[in-house]
């Protein structure tokens, strides 16, 4: 019976890329000369420094479309609040996702059973494995899984069994 798993990696060495490219733009922006915004992956968060709300958000923009260019997806960051720091700069932490926990499996196989599709769906260990009889079925509900709002993680398809 076809199967695959879905798993939700987030590249490091490609996020380094992404963050390497952003960093080398800001630097060389005119509208972003004299300024002081830095932009760092400290473990598991990316951290931005910036002097005002439209630095920020701008910074935010170009690591977005480096990120978009590297086929990093945009539900692997999760952007906090934006907090006033020390010497009148401004800081966001954005959590990075990686792995698919057991709330988001829950939503995930409430809406495999809801799909009029006929595969079935377990969790096991951060990675949730879709079953069915065809394999337009199972590509089916991975695509319907990845443009869904509820699903708040960036899904891949792993280890497609025929």
């Known amino acids: 019976m ?17 963050m390497d490219q952003a960093n080398r733009e800001i630097s060389g922006r005119y509208d972003f000369k004299g300024s002081s915004i830095t932009l760092e992956l400290k473990g598991e968060v990316i951290e931005l420094i910036a002097e005002d709300d439209y630095k920020m958000r701008a ?14 997806g945009m539900k692997s960051v999760e952007p906090g609040d934006i907090v006033p720091t020390g ?11 990686n792995g698919i926990d057991k709330e988001q499996a829950k939503v995930i196989n409430k809406l495999v059973k809801a799909s009029d599709r006929k595969v079935t769906s377990a969790y096991l260990d ?4 879709i079953t069915g009889k065809k394999i337009d079925d199972l590509q ?18 792993e280890n497609m069994k025929k």
Not at 59 to 72: P, T
Not at 87 to 97: A, D
Not at 126 to 129: I, P
């Open 140 to 157: 089916g509900i991975y695509h319907d899984l990845r443009n869904h709002d509820d699903v708040k993680v960036d899904l891949q398809m």
């Open 2 to 18: 076809p199967s695959f798993d879905l798993v939700s990696k987030l590249e490091m060495g490609e996020l380094k890329n992404a």
């Open 126 to 129: 951060e990675k949730v494995r």
């Open 87 to 97: 010497n009148q700069m401004l800081k966001q932490v954005m959590n990075l996702r």
């Open 59 to 72: 910074a935010l923009d170009i690591l977005r479309s480096k990120m978009g260019k590297r086929n990093i």
